[in-house]
């Protein structure tokens, strides 16, 4: 995510996952120190499921929605799930699955919160019945220069805001993750400000893309990919769908967000898949595709709002999106 990329002098792009910046090689090395004693018995041993946990390759019924399916080959279940970013449980792409399991997501709440006339506090499985669940199948594109393509299962995150119902100084919405250092070790890193924080704008936040994701695969969410409930903003870079989410609060003013907090100048809070603007670090024209796409082969093209332009460009006329990126 703040991978630093540059150019090789013979003029071949290093990529940017295979860099290490100094601070977060610093960071990362106390990261395995802290890790290293819990090893010897003090924090993180692996831990038998919680009560009610459903087992990770647990099944969850789902009807395919016609509307939602890129034709993209889908990645595979074995990249999905071992090539993931989640800063909580480390900031190498193989950390969350090896570290992930610390997790325990029974019991466990939603609360939504602020600016409605109807706030509540969702236990997760009566939030699985809240609308019949549907799988979709989207693009997903980091903002470091890779994607995938992901079958997720979900429904509208419009299901829960309209059973909200929000007030009129309602503007925006925040989203956040849970934060306890007890169960995520990256936590004792302080390269985030935690809890990790996104958020949207109301109307991109009622779009029927956004999806409140509970599956993938047919199967509950995998811990690594943000369990029990997270976001997915199929058209913004991956990082503004925040995982493992506790809350969900509307608000009046644009809520601060944990990538633009870091560096303000390279995560903007719009963050929307755009191929003509670059990262100040590297350019985002072209992407590579996680299993199909060889570190030697071309890298394919990013498309504008990562393909999804004829459902969500109107969400943004008249900005400029060179501005508010
Ligand atoms: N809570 C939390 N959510 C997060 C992140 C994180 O570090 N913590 N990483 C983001 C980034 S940068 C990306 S690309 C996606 C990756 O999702 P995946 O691992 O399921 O592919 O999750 C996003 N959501
Ligand atoms: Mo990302």
Redesign the pocket.
């Given at each position: 995510?703040l991978i630093k990329s540059s150019a090789r002098l013979d003029g071949s792009d290093i990529p940017a996952s295979e860099i290490t910046p100094r601070g977060v090689f610093e960071r990362r090395r106390q990261l395995l120190l802290a890790a290293g004693a819990s090893a010897a018995g003090l924090a993180f041993g692996r831990r038998a499921f919680a009560a009610n946990e459903p087992a990770d390759s647990a099944k969850l019924a789902a009807t395919p929605n016609p509307k939602f399916q890129v034709t993209d080959k889908p990645t595979s279940l074995k990249d999905?799930t071992s090539y993931?970013?989640?800063?909580?449980f480390g900031t190498d792409k193989g950390d969350p699955v090896q570290n992930a399991h610390s997790l325990q997501t029974r019991p466990w709440t939603v609360s939504v919160e602020g600016e409605v006339h109807n706030p509540k506090t969702y236990a997760i499985d009566d939030l699985l019945k809240l609308a019949p669940l549907e799988e979709r199948t989207y693009r997903?594109r980091?903002v470091e220069g890779w994607s995938?393509v992901i079958p997720w299962t979900g429904f509208s995150l419009a299901e829960i805001i309209k059973r909200a119902q929000p007030t009129g100084n309602a503007k925006y919405v925040q989203f956040i993750?849970l934060a306890d250092p007890k169960q995520m070790p990256g936590l004792s890193s302080n390269i985030l400000d935690w809890p990790?924080s996104e958020g949207l704008r109301m109307d991109e936040a009622m779009h029927p893309l956004t999806l409140l994701t509970v599956g993938l695969y047919g199967q509950v969410l995998p811990k690594?990919?943000?369990a029990p409930v997270r976001i997915i903003v199929p058209w913004k870079y991956?990082?503004k769908?925040?995982?493992?989410i506790v809350k969900i609060r509307f608000v009046e003013k644009e809520p601060p967000t944990s990538w633009n907090k870091y560096a303000p100048n390279e995560y903007g809070f719009y963050s929307n898949v755009n191929p003509q603007v670059d990262h100040p670090r590297w350019s985002q024209a072209t992407e590579r595709r996680i299993g199909d796409d060889g570190f030697f082969s071309p890298k394919r093209p990013t498309l504008m709002f990562n393909g999804y332009g004829d459902q969500v460009a109107s969400l943004y006329q008249g900005m400029d999106l060179k501005k508010f990126y």
């Open positions: 995510m999905i993931n970013n989640f800063y909580e997903l980091c995938m993750s990790y690594q990919d943000g991956g990082f769908s925040a995982k493992s």
